[in-house]
């Protein structure tokens, strides 16, 4: 269901081109080379889309750690089993994830930050007063899609291996929906921002992830689909990754509880890229740059050929 939106998407006189002819036109995404290194489903920046890439993670970070007072984290990419099974992604959904082997040892390439963010209090009681927690962190992430195969295959929409700023926020349990509006605002803030188009909207009880208890998705316009496509979930989780991961906090009486984990992309590196590309292209095949970027990349505008332009 639809709750509210905000901006009106661009009206273009020419047909707008998709971010994949956009992007290999200027020469700053090579699918086909991604391809032949590893096989369908990657995607390769270079240049200056890489440089967006980059500006994109950083302004994200900024943004989350300045001014809404997250703290930032570099992680580790594999994860135990016990960390996979503390944020409910396993064991039902193992076969959406990689895995590698080294002697006995299982590790799992994380899906998303959520999953080492919001276990770094595993098996801890945090102190009542110390809440709500706040943590963001620029990750790889591994998706085997398992399923999907046919949908999105073009482009940056769903891949493999995607790069993603997340937001984690841990909170007494009856303070949850407000800390899921205030993630919301964070998310939206982002696109916000950019000058992006976007809606949002709260999904169905048969939609939501396993360990979800209410999930609100943030949808932005893409011009060449007509239509709005997804690219942030904030999710309140109640207390059920808490009670996998043994989260529990400390009242000023003593007494032991629960917390409440929440989780929301803030954002998606390459979807967001897909975005910026295909709202701010011009009819010559150059694309402008949203202004909170610039000091960020150092440069205005895309040629057709890819060459900044200061």
Not at 168 to 175: L, T, Y
Request: net charge negative; charged share 20%; glycine share 10%.
């Amino acid at each position: 269901m639809e709750i509210r939106r905000h901006g009106d998407p661009p009206a273009f006189a020419f047909e707008p081109k998709d971010h994949v002819d956009l992007g290999e036109a200027m020469g700053i995404l090579d699918f086909g080379r991604a391809a032949k290194l590893s096989g369908p489903r990657f995607s390769i920046a270079r240049g200056a889309g890489a440089a967006l890439e980059r500006a994109l993670a950083a302004f994200f970070l900024d943004l989350h750690t300045r001014r809404h007072g997250y703290t930032e984290y570099s992680l580790p990419n594999l994860v135990t089993r016990e960390t996979m099974t503390g944020t409910g992604q396993l064991p039902k959904f193992e076969e959406d994830l990689f895995k590698t082997s080294v002697g006995s040892r299982d590790l799992f390439l994380i899906p998303t930050a959520e999953v080492p963010l919001t276990n770094l209090h595993g098996g801890e009681v945090i102190d009542g007063t110390a809440l709500p927690l706040a943590f963001t962190a620029y990750t790889p992430c591994y998706r085997s899609e398992a399923g999907s195969y046919g949908k999105d295959t073009r482009g940056l929409l769903r891949l493999h291996q995607f790069t993603k700023v997340e937001m984690v926020r841990i909170c007494a349990a009856d303070q949850s929906q407000h800390e899921l509006e205030k993630m919301i605002s964070h998310a939206e803030a982002s696109l916000k921002e950019l000058g992006l188009a976007y809606r949002v909207i709260v999904l169905a009880a048969g939609d939501m992830s396993f360990a979800a208890q209410v999930t609100y998705d943030l949808e932005v316009w893409l011009p060449s689909q007509h239509r709005y496509r997804e690219i942030s979930s904030c999710s309140d989780c109640g207390t059920f990754q808490a009670r996998r991961a043994n989260i529990r906090t400390r009242g000023t009486d003593g007494t032991r509880s629960f917390v409440a984990t929440l989780n929301g992309s803030g954002l998606p590196i390459g979807r967001t890229m897909a975005a910026v590309l295909e709202n701010y292209q011009q009819q010559d095949g150059s694309v402008l740059m949203p202004d909170v970027l610039v000091p960020y990349l150092g440069f205005k505008a895309l040629g057709p050929d890819g060459t900044p332009q200061i």
